[in-house]
């Protein structure tokens, strides 16, 4: 059970390692820049329903 932003931080950093992915093709397939791809999955900013939704 995920209780916490760290938990779902840390496993997206596990999953963006052990897939050898990079920040540019996250943001590639999000549409947003590498920078606000970044901090949003590092949970350093919130997401609107819009972004989470497209």
């Known amino acids: 059970m995920i209780t916490s ?5 840390d496993m997206i950093q596990s999953a963006k390692i052990l897939k050898g ?3 540019s093709q996250i943001a590639e397939v999000v549409g ?5 791809s970044t901090a949003a ?6 997401m609107t ?6």
């Open 5 to 9: 932003r760290t938990q779902v931080t």
């Open 21 to 23: 992915i990079k920040w």
């Open 32 to 36: 947003q820049s590498k920078e606000w």
């Open 41 to 46: 999955c590092l949970g350093q900013m919130a």
């Open 49 to 54: 329903k819009q972004h989470v939704s497209s």
